[in-house]
C-alpha cells in the first residue's frame, strides 16, 4: 500500500511539473491546433476528444500512452493517426514559438552590443589615477568668521594645482587640461568676487552665505573629476573626437547597496519624483494601458501530497464584484449548521461501523430491495353483501332474535327446490380425441415390419388372382446366370446389356422418387423455423441471467445473435452496476441459450480496454485490489402463462430506479427486485 502510494504521488509531481512547463498563452494557442485535427479527423469538433487532446499534450505523455488513452474515445484503428497528426502540428508549433523567440533574444543582444560599442569609444585601456581625499565643507565655520573664506579657496586651490599635475604626469588629454583650466579661472574669477566683498563689513553675512554656495558648486566639479578617475585615459586625438558636451555633463548615477540612488557628492539618497495623473479617468486608463503591456504571468502550481485533475486553474485576476454585505449571525449560524452535520456524520459512521459488525447493515439493504407500498386498512362493513339478501334487517343479530308464530328466519328462502331451465347446446360436442401414446423404438419397428409384410401378401394374392400382372425379374449381375440360365449361355452380351439396363432404370426411378421428396429451399427454410419455434401454448420458459458488466462488443454481439437465432424474446438491461438478460422461449431454445451464456462465452476475460489498463498497471508496477471479477450467474428459470415481451432488445438506463421503473410498467418488477437482493448478499458475503 505505501509503494502504491508513493507511485502515485511521484505521478502527481510529475504531472505537475510537466504542466508548469505550458503557460496559459501557450495553451491558448493549442486549442486552435487541436480543434482542427479534430475537425480533420472526425468532421466535428467533439468537445470530449479535445478536452483528452489537450490532456495528453499538458501531461505529456509520449505517442503510446496517448494512443492508448485516446483509444477509448476513437477506437483501436483511428486513434494512432489522430495521435500521429496531433504530435506533429504541436510540434511544428514548438519549433516556431522557439524561432520567434531566438529572433528576439537576438534583437536584444544587437541592442547591448551597439551600447557596449558606444561606451568603448569614450574609454580606453589604461585607467585613471586614483582621486585624491576631498575635505567636506563645513558650513558652521564658514558661517561663524568669513576670513575663513580665503583659507578654504585657497586650500581648494592647493588641491586643484596638485590634481592638476597627477593628470599632466599620467598621461591625461589636453581636452580634459584645458577644462581644468577653465575651472581654474572661474575660481579666481569667484574669488576676485569674494574679495570685493570682503571690503564691506556690514555685508559679511550674506558673503559667508555665498561663499558656500560658490563651495557647493566646486564639490560638484570635483566629483565630476573623482568619476574621471575610475576610466582609462584617451590619447589627445581621440580626447579632440569627443564633443564638448559629452565630458561637461552630469556623473552617472550611484547606487547603494539596497539599489537606491544616491548623490555621489554628499552621499545622500535622491528621491526622484514620479508624475502620476491626478483625475480617476487618467488613471484607469494608465491602469488599463500597463495592464495590456505586460505578459500574463504564469502562476506555478503549488506542490501537493495528492493532485486531483478535476479542479481546474484559479485564473490570476479575480472578476470584477460588487459589494454584497451579509447580514449579522450569517456567519456564526452557518457554522453552527456545519458543525451540527460533522457531529451528525460522526454518529452515522458510528451507527454503521457497528451495525456492520452485528450484520444489520446486510439486512437492512436486503429490506430496502423490494419497496412495497403500505397497504390501507380497508373498512370491514356490518353486513357481507350476499347475507343481506336472506336476512330481514340487514344485520347479523337476526340469527339471535325470537321468531313469531308463522314468521321464517330467512326471507327469500322456501323448502322448495328449485331446478333452473337446461338450455341445449348451439352445437353437437367434439369427438374427445384420444391421448396419444408414446411408443419406443423397438415397439415402431416392429409395426413397421407387420404393416409390410400385410401389403406384400395382399399384392401376391391380386397376382395370384391374376388381378395384376406379375412384376419382371430383378435381374442383377450377381444372379444373371440363375434367373436367365438358358438366354444367357446363347447370348451372353445381349443378356448382359439388358441387364445393365433395367439396373440403370431403377437407379433413375429411385433418384427420381428421392428428388420428388426432397423439400424446395423454402420448405427447408420453414422446416428450420418451425423446428426452432416451438410450441409455447402449454408454457413460455423464462430464465433470468445477472452480469457484472456486457460491455465487451464481441460478448454483447454473441448474445444478441444468439437469441435472435432462437427467436427468443426478452431484454438485455444495462445498468452503471449491474446487468440483467431477461429470456422468454421455448425449452430447446433456451436450453441452448443456457450453455451459451454460463459455458460458451468466457465472461471473466477482460475486454481490449480492461487489457490496455492491465498493461498500464503492470507497466507501473501497481495492483488493483477493487477489480471484480465478471461472470454470469443464472438467478431464476421457470415457466409463465404467456410472454412479457414481444421482441428482443437492449435498453440503457443511467440510474437503477429507471431499470426498476421500466420492469414495473411490463409487471415484472420482482426479477429486478431479486437481482439486486442477490447483489446485497453477494456483497454482505464477502
Known amino acids: ?67 492508448e488513452k485516446m483509444a477509448s474515445l476513437l477506437g483501436d484503428d483511428l486513434a494512432p493517426r489522430f495521435v500521429e497528426e496531433l504530435m506533429n502540428n504541436v510540434s511544428k508549433f514548438r519549433s516556431s514559438a522557439i524561432n520567434r ?99 564691506f563689513t556690514d555685508k559679511q553675512r550674506r558673503a559667508a552665505e555665498l561663499q558656500y554656495s560658490i563651495q557647493s558648486k566646486l564639490s560638484g566639479k570635483l566629483g565630476l573629476l573623482s568619476g574621471f578617475s575610475k576610466l582609462p585615459i584617451k590619447t589627445a586625438a581621440e580626447m579632440n573626437a569627443i564633443p564638448i558636451t559629452e565630458m561637461t555633463r552630469p556623473a552617472a548615477v550611484v547606487l547603494d547597496d539596497q539599489g537606491n540612488a544616491i548623490d555621489q557628492a ?72 456545519m458543525r451540527a452535520k460533522a457531529q451528525m456524520e460522526k454518529l452515522q459512521k458510528q451507527i454503521q461501523a457497528v451495525a456492520k459488525k452485528t450484520g444489520i447493515s446486510s439486512a437492512t439493504k436486503l429490506a430496502q430491495v423490494a419497496k412495497q407500498k403500505a397497504q390501507e386498512m380497508q373498512h370491514v362493513p356490518d353486513i357481507e353483501w350476499w347475507d343481506i339478501a336472506i336476512l330481514p334487517n340487514q344485520e347479523y343479530s337476526d340469527f339471535d332474535r325470537e321468531l313469531k ?134 408454457g413460455v420458459h423464462t430464465s433470468l441471467y445477472k452480469l457484472l458488466n456486457i460491455s465487451n462488443p464481441a460478448k454483447k454481439f454473441k448474445v444478441d445473435t444468439n437469441a435472435q437465432q432462437l427467436y427468443l424474446t426478452g431484454c438485455v438491461i ?33 475486454s481490449a480496454q480492461g487489457m490496455r489498463q492491465d498493461k498500464i498497471d503492470k507497466k507501473n508496477n501497481e495492483v488493483n485490489v477493487n477489480k471484480k471479477k465478471n461472470e454470469c450467474k443464472l438467478i431464476w428459470e421457470g415457466t409463465n402463462i404467456k410472454k412479457t415481451f414481444t421482441d428482443w432488445r437492449f435498453h440503457v438506463f443511467k440510474t437503477d430506479p429507471e431499470a426498476h421503473d421500466f420492469l414495473r410498467r411490463s409487471n415484472v418488477e420482482h426479477f429486478w427486485n431479486l437481482a439486486a437482493s442477490q447483489t446485497v448478499l453477494e456483497e454482505a458475503d464477502s
Open 101 to 199: 523567440k531566438r529572433s528576439a533574444e537576438d534583437e536584444d543582444t544587437q541592442q547591448k552590443k551597439a551600447k557596449l560599442n558606444r561606451l568603448n569609444a569614450l574609454i580606453d585601456d589604461e585607467p585613471l589615477p586614483p582621486t585624491l581625499p576631498e575635505t567636506a565643507p563645513d558650513k558652521d565655520q564658514l558661517l561663524d568668521s568669513a576670513s575663513n573664506i580665503s583659507e578654504i579657496v585657497a586650500s581648494m586651490k592647493r588641491q586643484i594645482e596638485q590634481r592638476k599635475r597627477m593628470l599632466i604626469n599620467s598621461g591625461v588629454a589636453p581636452a580634459l587640461i584645458e577644462n581644468q583650466e577653465r575651472i581654474d579661472k572661474r575660481l579666481r574669477e569667484e574669488q576676485a568676487r569674494e574679495n570685493l566683498l570682503n571690503q
Open 574 to 606: 444495462i445498468t452503471k452496476g449491474m446487468a440483467l438478460v431477461i429470456t422468454e422461449g421455448g425449452p430447446k431454445s433456451q436450453k441452448k441459450f443456457k450453455k451459451l451464456m454460463l459455458s460458451r462465452i468466457k465472461w471473466e476475460e477482460d
Open 405 to 538: 308464530p308463522g314468521e321464517e328466519r330467512f326471507i327469500n328462502i322456501t323448502r322448495l327446490v328449485e331446478h333452473p331451465y337446461v338450455k341445449d347446446a348451439p352445437c353437437a360436442p367434439k369427438n374427445n380425441v384420444p391421448m396419444p401414446i408414446f411408443l419406443t423404438k423397438k415397439e415402431r419397428k416392429k409395426i413397421r415390419t407387420q404393416r409390410r409384410r400385410e401389403n406384400e401378401k395382399e399384392k401376391q394374392e391380386k397376382i395370384r388372382l391374376g388381378l395384376e400382372p406379375p412384376p419382371p425379374p430383378k435381374v442383377k449381375i450377381s444372379n444373371l446366370m440363375r434367373v436367365l440360365a438358358t438366354e444367357a449361355v446363347q447370348d451372353p452380351t445381349k443378356v448382359e446389356a439388358h441387364v445393365r439396363a433395367q439396373m440403370a432404370a431403377r437407379q433413375k426411378k429411385h433418384e427420381a422418387a428421392n428428388e420428388e421428396r426432397k423439400l424446395t429451399k423454402e420448405e427447408r427454410a420453414l422446416k428450420k423455423v418451425k423446428k426452432l419455434k416451438e410450441d409455447l401454448s402449454t
Open 1 to 67: 500500500f505505501r509503494a502504491k502510494v508513493y507511485a502515485y504521488n511521484y505521478k502527481s509531481n510529475y504531472r505537475l511539473n510537466k504542466m508548469a512547463t505550458l503557460s496559459k498563452k501557450d495553451i491558448d494557442d493549442l486549442q486552435p491546433i487541436i480543434r482542427e485535427t479534430v475537425s480533420k479527423r472526425l468532421g466535428f469538433p467533439e468537445k470530449a476528444v479535445m478536452r483528452a487532446a489537450l490532456s495528453c499534450i499538458v501531461d505529456n505523455l509520449d505517442n503510446e500512452r496517448s494512443t
Open 266 to 337: 554628499t552621499g545622500r539618497q535622491i528621491q526622484i519624483i514620479q508624475r502620476m495623473p491626478t483625475l480617476k479617468v487618467n488613471i484607469r486608463e494608465k491602469k488599463k494601458d500597463m495592464f495590456n503591456m505586460t505578459d500574463m504571468v504564469k502562476e506555478e502550481e503549488e506542490e501537493r501530497k495528492h493532485y486531483d485533475p478535476r479542479v481546474g486553474i484559479v485564473p490570476a485576476q479575480r472578476g470584477r464584484r460588487n459589494f454584497n454585505f451579509h447580514k449579522a449571525g450569517k456567519f456564526q449560524l452557518l457554522a453552527q449548521k
